[in-house]
């Protein structure tokens, strides 16, 4: 067992899929090149000679609530996910930098059908009629609860309901499951093809992979150090800042 | 999770005693209710304040948040008239993020709810006091009972012919002064953005023809049609908002009216002066509304609620729109604001929506019996 003062940094990056090759070319971008340890399961990994940074590979969902409860000291995933853990995450994690990479948006869409529809406003007042009318709230799936919350919040719509919706949300409205959804999109073609559209203002958050630190662990020197030698300058700063406010 | 500890038996028996002289039958709604009535009701809000359960059959419930819903469900089910019940027991509430240090998330509450009985002022401060005579054998030398009454400013757009989308936006942002600005302003220009493409041609068309080439886009293909709502309804809407800027808007005069009572605040006399004053000067006319407020108030103090531990705010409102009209609040000053002693009011309009009687009256109020007690320590 370390010393805390020797403690390695612990980093966490994508497992698998589109997102792991492009973290991994981000890496190669700094210098840096992932190796796997030892331990045939494939959730630890190194930096090749790199000793003082201990690497975790998980999903982009398990990351982002393993920075949130500060069981790793960074982490890259979506800044969606980030943001999805909930009001006040920004107390907890502090968002270093963007990648550039995994840009998706997470959007408000409603059926093309309703061509009245084009805005948030527009949606206030029919979800307000609806409700009026046949007792039952207009209902959005999603899978993004906390960004759908404070998003409509916002705008003063109160009348619906989120209908938890793990895959394919775009396909609720179609199956009769919901009449508007908050997904993430990249073209917007999937959205298209399912008969919807995002409304005007219906952008809730234009998201890229994202390189995040947790407020909720201690940080030593050495690991801050290590910390530093992967970020750049803008993103150290921030780091310092918020490690020196928490 | 923090629970609350038990209260000494002798506490408890003197903040329960006004309940068991109130005449009301005992009664213990179950702990677990439905998730999605709850939500239906209170909105999404609420989600995040609630313990859901769920059991292998993937129904999903939660832990009762407080007691007024599952009460009101069981009268409504007796068919009874009228009913006046009490009720003593747990409630769950997940605490909000940075509370979690002082907010106990499992907590007694202890109530009475009136269905069916004569309103009015008389009425109303009787189920107040009864919170008061309770709150007080706690102990506590700080309290206070904040009053309100939402009917003022309701009463105050329907004199204005405010039309209903804007009124009901206004109504629900009372007590958060920027959304009640911005309600206001949206009243003031309710015109949106301009139409564009098929929904500004649908706007300006005869309502059947309009009706007629918007389903035959949508059997084209143009448009999937997608979505639970008629192509009438639709239309109908898109013509209506052509006619918005003809619609009555409302003027400065008119929102600064709205702003400036409901920041009236203060002893009852003098807010009901101010309140007086500020009608007059823009010559609304509410009739008795100040009056049964003015009424009410005499009956309090009738009830023995001191004069100098009360006050009224026309701005009062609950965030659960089922409650309506009267509406109160205990405070003591060892709790922060949004952590009242006691709290109640009217809620016809939740009877309604849950199946009860058109025009039935609902009234109740409940304690915290934990923070009514003055030994507690934090």
Redesign the interface.
Known sequence: MSEPQTAPLILALPSKGRLKEQCEEWLASVGLELTPTGGGRGYTAALKGVPDVSVQLLSAGSIAAAIDAGEVHLGVTGEDLLRERGEGVEARVALLQGLGFGRADVVVAAPKAWVDVETMADVDEVAHDFLARTGARLRVATKYFSLTRAWFAAHGVVDYRIVGSAGATEGAPAAGAAELIVDITTTGATLEANGLKILRDGVILRSQANLAASLAIPWSASQRAAAERLINEQAATILQTRLANG | MRAEPPLPTAAMKAIRAPFLEAGAMLIDPPVIQPLNEL??LA???M??RLFIVQGENGAEACLRPDFTVPVTRAHIASGAPSGRYRYEGKAFRVAR??DEASHFEEFIQMGLEAYGERKDPPADAAIAAIAWRSVVAGGRRDLAMHLGDTRIVADVLRVLETPP?PA??IM??LGRPA?LS??LDKAKSPA??A?E???AE?ALMAESAAVRK?EE??ASGE???????SALE?VA??RL?AQAAKERRMTDSEATLITDLSVISGAPDAALDQARAVLTRARIDIGASLDTVAERTRALVAEGVPADRLSLGFGFRRPFSYYAGFLFDITSGAFGPGHAVAAGGRYDPLLR?LGGPVGGHAVGCMVRPFRAWSGASQ
Not at chain 2, 223 to 229: C, F, H, Q, S, T
């Open positions: 939500l239906d909105g999404e809000t989600r995040a993020k940075g989308r009901a936006r629900r942002a959304a911005a309600a949106g953005e139409r493409g098929l929904a649908l918007l886009a949508w448009l999937e049609a997608v979505g639970g709502r639709i809407r898109l908002g929506q």
